[in-house]
């Protein structure tokens, strides 16, 4: 074979659970399936609600009564930056095994599955010392009120598969940085480096009980989202799913913040080059093979210059080579999953059926491809933004060109959607952009690259994206309560 394939990937018999390798309650396997070559590359322990159970109860003991959440923050942050430290000499070993798991291309893997949780790590610990943990405020009836940021109890985190190590840092560390328990359940499809993590956690040294790492379906995400034991669900995945998740917690009354789905468009204004909004592309729109919450599938170009975005666009994704996701030169891997395959297959089919025009690709499988879960990259023009393919999430690569008539209309074209999570703007005048910009209701946007992720500044959606935000200081809020003691003048 030309290049390297799945790393070799003992079965893992054992869970973890507060901090420690242990037998599974149930006799259940997970099988993780290389979506290359539709072969198992691993093998884990079903969790069952017992080990949920488990994993709850020795949270909670950690938490009201363990060390982690007493500790001055600055003892937190020295436990948390050595994570960051075991991470970094590991990262070609992570890259491979992520795009094993989910067949992301190797080199997007290594410059962003692989690389950026070390990075991250760092930064959010530098957030939080620069944190405000408690301070002193003068009532406004005399007498002060001090003011502490608490951790907000037992975490419940729930990650999709789509930047798995990315997301499994961005909830448990700002988490552990305040204080909290954690019990994170990860997607069984990427289930390997979920395995990863925990084998870092476990040279650590953290006080027994505070984290466990469970990969299981989605019952037993039901069942931990509405566990008593639990003080706050931080959930990313999409937005059916997070409805339900809300609805449990609204019951319960429970603290949740919602990472959900996206639609997102990217804003070409009509003094933008071609030749740069169709690299840009490439990235903002078609990164991890399409398979981002953030990607801008929505690309709105000015109507008296759409042949000429059409055709640049074209070439440029016409180009892309797609395969074998371990090959240097790939830039479109795999779907996931044979059913992300299907879906992502149907919306192109149902793009044709509601009448638009395949520049690029279309809902047969790339030439020359035999066997694993890939798509063509495509490209669909004479849209409009109703359209199916224009209003839902598709999560695959797929772009779809709309024409719009300057930009007071392409920012109404960019807010009619239901979703509101990330965007672009595309222009040389940056004020021209940023104008445009702030009529955008999205939480995040970028101006002529793709939305970066910053781990300083806040992430997170409007409207049907989500509740809340991670990242940065106010990503450390969602994991703390603000208390007050008033003291008499
Ligand atoms: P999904 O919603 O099907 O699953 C996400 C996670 O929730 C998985 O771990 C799953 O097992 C679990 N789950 C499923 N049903 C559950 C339930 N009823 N209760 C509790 N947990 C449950 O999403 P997916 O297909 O795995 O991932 C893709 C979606 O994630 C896309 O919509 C994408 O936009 C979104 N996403 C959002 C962000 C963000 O930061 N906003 C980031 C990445 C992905």
């Known amino acids: 074979m030309p290049y390297p394939q799945e790393v070799a990937v003992p079965a893992h018999r054992h869970l973890f659970i507060g901090g420690e390798w242990v037998e599974p309650s149930g006799d259940g396997t997970i099988e993780v399936i290389s979506p290359h070559t539709e072969r198992p590359v691993g093998r884990v322990p079903e969790p069952t609600r017992a080990d949920v159970d488990r994993a709850v109860s020795l949270a909670r003991k950690a938490f009201d009564e363990g060390p982690w959440p007493r500790l001055d923050p600055s003892e937190r942050i020295a436990i948390v930056r050595q994570l960051a430290e075991r991470y970094r000499p590991r990262q070609e070993e992570l890259a491979q095994l992520v795009t094993t798991e989910m067949g992301a291309p190797i080199t997007f893997s290594r410059s962003a599955h692989a690389r950026l949780p070390g990075a991250m790590i760092g930064a959010f610990a530098?957030?939080?010392?620069r944190h405000p943990w408690q301070e002193t405020r003068a009532g406004a009836f005399g007498g002060e009120v001090a003011v502490r940021r608490s951790p907000v109890g037992v975490v419940a985190a729930i990650i999709p598969w789509n930047m798995p190590m990315f997301l499994t840092v961005a909830k448990l560390v700002p988490a552990l940085l305040a204080g909290c328990a954690v019990v994170l359940k990860p997607s069984p499809e990427t289930a390997l480096d979920a395995y990863f993590t925990a084998e870092l956690?476990?040279?650590?040294g953290l006080p027994p009980g505070l984290v466990s790492i469970l990969p299981g379906d989605r019952e037993i995400g039901r069942y931990l989202v509405s566990h008593p034991g639990v003080d706050k669900v931080s959930f990313t995945g999409s937005t059916a799913v997070g409805r339900k998740v809300a609805a449990a917690c609204g019951s319960a009354l429970r603290r949740v913040s919602l990472e959900l789905g996206g639609k997102s468009a990217a804003v070409v204004l009509d003094d933008a080059d071609p030749q740069v909004v169709a690299e840009g592309m490439t990235v903002a729109g078609l990164m991890n093979?399409?398979?981002?919450?953030v990607a801008q599938t929505r690309v709105l170009v000015p109507r008296n210059r759409y042949r000429e975005f059409a055709d640049a666009l074209a070439s440029t994704v016409e180009s892309l080579p797609v395969g074998d996701p371990f090959d240097p030169a790939t830039r479109v891997g795999p779907m996931v999953s044979q059913r992300?395959?299907?879906?992502?297959r149907g919306y192109i089919a149902q793009g044709v059926d509601e009448g638009a025009q395949l520049l690029v690709g279309g809902s047969g499988l790339p030439s020359g491809i035999y066997s694993g879960w890939y798509v063509r990259p495509t490209l669909f023009t004479n849209a409009h933004n109703a359209m199916r393919i224009a209003q839902e999430e598709i999560f695959g690569p797929v772009l779809t060109l709309i024409p719009h008539d300057g930009d007071e209309d392409a920012t109404r074209l960019a807010n009619?959607?239901?979703?509101?999570l990330s965007g672009s703007i595309w222009s040389p005048d940056i004020a021209r952009a940023t104008t445009v910009a702030h009529g955008i209701r999205s939480g995040t946007l970028g101006i002529n690259a793709a939305y970066s992720m910053d781990p300083a500044a806040p992430f997170g959606g409007v409207k049907a994206s989500g509740i809340g935000r991670e990242?940065?200081?106010e990503g450390l809020d969602g994991f703390l309560e603000t208390t007050s003691v008033s003291i008499a003048p």
Not at 126 to 129: I, N
Not at 289 to 293: D, K, L, R, W, Y
Not at 416 to 420: C, L
């Open 126 to 129: 530098d957030v939080a010392a």
């Open 201 to 204: 956690l476990s040279e650590l």
């Open 289 to 293: 093979s399409g398979q981002a919450c």
């Open 340 to 344: 992300q395959q299907q879906r992502v």
């Open 416 to 420: 009619a959607s239901e979703y509101g």
């Open 471 to 473: 990242f940065g200081p």
